[in-house]
Nanobody
Framework: QVQLVESGGGLVQPGGSLRLSCAAS????????MAWYRQTPGKQRELVAT???????NYVDSVKGRFTISRDNAKNTMYLQMNNLKPEDTAVYYCNADIRVTMFDRNTYWGQGTQVTVSS
């Protein structure tokens, strides 16, 4: 059984910073692409940033220059450093990972989400 657990969310003032973490645990053979998504009530889940096994990254335009995605493969952990946060960044942030659990079984997994609130 694979679990993804996010942490690091909270309340921050506009212009502030937060660092989210996503730790994968369980029976893991290999982790391929990983990603951060976010969702606000009544809206579809939005892809925020992705990182490949080779550390290639992509970002939605609204966070470019402010957010940085990274991963530590030795720890099966992904991070999202969020700087210069804006009220519109308020959302529940979810991590997503493409994980091979055996030689023949590969699936996409989601974390439970962590709330980020940007407000004065």
């Amino acid at each position: 059984q694979v679990q993804l657990v996010e942490s690091g969310g909270g309340l921050v003032q506009p212009g502030g910073s937060l660092r989210l973490s996503c730790a994968a645990s369980g029976r893991i053979f290999s982790i391929y692409a990983m990603a951060w998504y976010r969702q606000t009530p009544g809206k579809q889940r939005e892809l925020v940033a992705t990182i490949t096994l080779g550390d290639s990254t992509n970002y939605v335009d609204s966070v470019k220059g402010r957010f940085t995605i990274s991963r530590d493969n030795a720890k099966n952990t992904m991070y999202l450093q969020m700087n210069n946060l804006k009220p519109e960044d308020t959302a529940v942030y979810y991590c997503n990972a493409d994980i091979r659990v055996t030689m023949f079984d590969r699936n996409t997994y989601w974390g439970q989400g962590t709330q980020v609130t940007v407000s004065s």
